[in-house]
């Protein structure tokens, strides 16, 4: 979503200068990129499904905030923000996916990956028609939408493998109440 819309938005609605509005995906791709660094710390520490959780949640604001700011250096703020809250989001969807069933885990992570495509492309697809009836900065609100439905379903997510499941690893503290 950033790169199909962060610098159009900062341009057109905010009337940044062109290298100015480059800046919001960069802001974006390096939260991104951080964020997904540390996200199998954090999922470790504090399980799938709060990863899930607050991460939408708080991609949610931070795509609210470039939605209603009238100011550049918030609306920067606030993709940073979007791209931190995502960027941990992803890897638990792909971990639950193949968790889910050892035998179809191949084929539940191609699930998974088909609807991010999905949602790559009929984004800009829904969005673009959807700027034809409302600005852009609230054509962002659907995407808000469904960062805070992940945020509310993010229960469902198996923080381990099925029964009988091969373990990819195991937590430190799993090892030490086996060795003991």
Same mark, same amino acid.
């Given at each position: #979503? ?25 802001? =974006?791709?390096?939260? #991104?990129?951080?964020?997904? #660094? ?101 054509? =962002?609100?659907?995407?808000?939408? =469904? ?24 937590? #430190? ?8």
């Amino acid at each position: #979503m950033a790169n199909d819309w962060s610098a159009l938005h900062l341009r057109d609605a905010l009337a940044a200068p062109a290298a100015t509005a480059a800046l919001a995906y960069g802001a =974006f791709a390096t939260a #991104m990129t951080v964020g997904r #660094m540390l996200a199998d710390r954090v999922a470790a520490r504090f399980g799938p499904t709060a990863v899930l959780r607050a991460g939408a949640s708080v991609a949610a604001l931070g795509l609210a905030a470039v939605a209603l700011s009238p100011w550049i250096a918030l609306t920067l703020a606030g993709w940073t923000v979007f791209s931190a809250g995502l960027s941990g989001c992803i890897p638990q969807l792909f971990s639950a996916a193949g968790h889910a069933d050892r035998n179809a885990a191949g084929a539940n992570v191609a699930r998974v990956a088909g609807l991010g495509y999905l949602g790559v492309l009929a984004g800009p697809a829904v969005i673009g028609p959807l700027t034809h009836f409302v600005p852009l900065g609230l054509a =962002f609100f659907l995407p808000v939408a =469904f960062c805070l439905i992940a945020a509310a379903s993010a229960g469902i997510l198996r923080a381990e493998p099925t029964v009988g499941a091969p373990r990819t690893h195991a937590p #430190m503290a799993s090892l030490q109440r086996h060795s003991k």
